[in-house]
């Protein structure tokens, strides 16, 4: 599907300065908005902030089943080798495995949980589909860091994501404490959108998803996101939960610890946004990155 116009140009030869953004954040209003699970003051702080953090969110009991199914995976030979695995550079060890809601039905279930579901909808306004999940590894004293970005920014320009009108949700699925590279997210950044400069190479995601060169904006935008907003790193137990919106800045650091830091990521996208053709011009991603063949609308499953 084309789009005849492309309302957020980036990478780009020459840079072009930060703009506000023209997309609503909260995208629900009236009756719609009221029924939702999330109180007017965390739709207001989600609007102001870019996310919502829910320390514990899932129990004990249902986090242990994702986290052996978690410790299945780090052993699976056969894993290592599917083209949705991605290993860190120069070595074995797994940074990230893609599509995994294709891969287990524990986590294919988990996409669908009502709970989650109902607060995606109040904030994207619509039915939703799941554009992309992953799991990111960090294993101790190896795992590395994810340089500051936008998912948006990536979305739009190398899978054709037309608007701003989609989501992230972090589960984190191993404690996330101060020393084992937790989630960082710059508040209020979400509010700009950063044009980036260099052009998008073909398969670019082969190089990317180990090492983020292309699509990382430039440190003086940076700066007067941190300057104005600041940084938050929300941390938790296992069954900890992070919402945050597409466009908003984060990235987190190396693994410097002793303890793992694994979390796992479902990208809904709303029905009313499916994606067009890459905005660089490259062809489209594969499947496992960019969901082009299912948009059907999520069911909740108990």
């Known amino acids: 599907m084309k789009e005849t116009q492309d309302l957020f140009p980036t990478r780009l030869e020459r840079k072009l300065g930060m703009f506000e953004r023209i997309d609503p954040v909260v995208h629900s209003d009236g009756e719609q908005r009221a029924r939702g699970p999330l109180s007017e003051a965390q739709l207001d702080e989600f609007d102001r902030k870019g996310f919502l953090s829910f320390d514990g969110f899932f129990g004990q009991e249902e986090m242990d089943a994702f986290l052996q199914e978690l410790r299945d995976y780090e052993d699976d030979e056969d894993l290592k080798l599917s083209e949705g ?28 949980d009502p709970r989650l579901l109902a607060m995606v909808q109040q904030i994207l306004g619509s039915e939703v589909y799941i554009h992309q999940s992953r799991i990111n590894y960090k294993p101790g004293f190896k795992g590395k860091g994810f340089d500051w970005h936008s998912d948006f920014e990536t979305w739009h320009s190398e899978d054709g994501m037309p608007r701003m009108r ?14 084992n590279g937790p989630l960082m997210l710059i508040p209020g950044s979400h509010r700009q959108f950063v044009p980036c400069v260099g052009r998008t190479p073909e398969d670019n995601y082969k190089e990317s998803l180990k090492s983020q060169e ?34 908003t800045m ?33 062809r489209p991603r594969p499947e496992f990155l960019a969901n082009r063949k299912d948009w059907r609308p999520l069911t909740p499953v108990e």
């Open 214 to 247: 292309i699509g990382v904006p430039d440190e003086a935008s940076l700066r007067d996101l941190m300057v104005e907003g600041d940084i938050e790193a929300p941390k938790g137990p296992a069954g900890s939960l992070v919402m945050f919106e597409c466009n």
């Open 250 to 282: 984060h990235g987190s650091n190396i693994n410097m610890s002793c303890w793992p830091r694994s979390n796992l990521f479902f990208v809904y996208n709303s029905v009313e946004n499916t994606l067009h053709d890459p905005y660089c011009g490259n």
């Open 166 to 179: 989609s989501l992230s949700c972090s589960i984190i699925l191993t404690d996330n404490g101060e020393f």
């Open 85 to 112: 695995t991605i290993l860190e550079p120069g070595k074995q060890e797994i940074r990230s495995v893609f599509g995994i809601h294709e891969v287990s039905e524990h986590f294919s279930r988990l996409t669908r």
